[in-house]
């Protein structure tokens, strides 16, 4: 399985010739709507994203975002869109074809392009929002989105997950509904992946965090972790 950072909570995961895009933001939309610009050029473009599936895990602009999503499913007709019912009813005002809306359910399993889907918990402004389990050929990987902490969070998410987390995917940039970095820390902490790795920093001066500081609160608890530059990857 090999994962790409997008930027933010934006993920490409490619595994067995399939791609799953999750919150792809390659656009510029947010210097419009609300003067946050991009620190980094996107690092794909919605051309070359190319996915066979596209997965939205909450109703935000930095995360659905009509200016890649809008080009990106007409460039591939038969992508499916997926995500909580507030993606979903996005997706209607869109335009976008019923046929082509996947409606996810809180800790139902979903089959989207070969790729196990489940849903986790997230405490966020758009209430419908979710975390996302990813599970594929016996690897389990754990996109946070975005999200409060919880003390409840980590068992919810290991009830779901079952026994093992390969890579769990945290924010961790404590601003506009999201955990700090020490909160990010005590969550993977109880996780327990085999690596855990830092998101939601990097894109926008006015909404960043230090991942190295992530990474070194994770190390007094012995947790491994890996740092990505928007536009790199890592594969398990």
């Given at each position: ?54 997965f939205?895990?909450h ?5 659905f ?9 007409r ?12 993606v ?80 769990a ?13 020490t ?44 740092i ?6 890592v594969?398990?």
């Amino acid at each position: 399985m090999k994962i790409t950072w997008l930027g933010q909570g934006g993920y490409l995961i490619e595994q067995a010739g399939k791609r799953l895009a999750i919150d792809p933001y390659l656009s510029d939309a947010l210097a419009v709507k609300q003067g946050l610009r991009r620190l980094v050029p996107p690092p794909i473009s919605v051309v070359d994203l190319s996915p066979d599936a596209v997965f939205i895990t909450h109703d935000h602009l930095d995360h659905f975002d009509p200016e890649t999503l809008e080009p990106l499913l007409r460039q591939s007709p038969k992508c499916p869109l997926a995500g909580p019912q507030s993606v979903v009813e996005h997706g209607r005002k869109m335009g976008i074809a019923e046929q082509r809306l996947i409606s996810a359910r809180l800790g139902e399993s979903m089959q989207l392009q070969g790729f196990m889907l489940k849903p986790t918990p997230a405490k966020h402004s758009d209430p419908a929002a979710i975390g996302l389990l990813v599970e594929t050929e016996g690897q389990v990987i754990y996109i946070s989105g975005d999200t409060l902490y919880e003390p409840t969070l980590a068992s919810r998410v290991r009830s779901l997950a079952g026994p093992r987390i390969d890579a769990a995917f945290v924010c961790m940039n404590g601003l506009l509904g999201n955990m700090n970095l020490t909160e990010a820390t005590e969550l993977v902490a109880a996780l327990e992946p085999a690596v855990a790795v830092p998101m939601h920093y990097g894109m926008f001066a006015e909404n960043t965090a230090d991942p190295h500081a992530f990474a070194a609160a994770c190390r007094t608890k012995n947790q491994n972790t890996q740092i990505l530059e928007i536009g790199s990857s890592v594969e398990l």
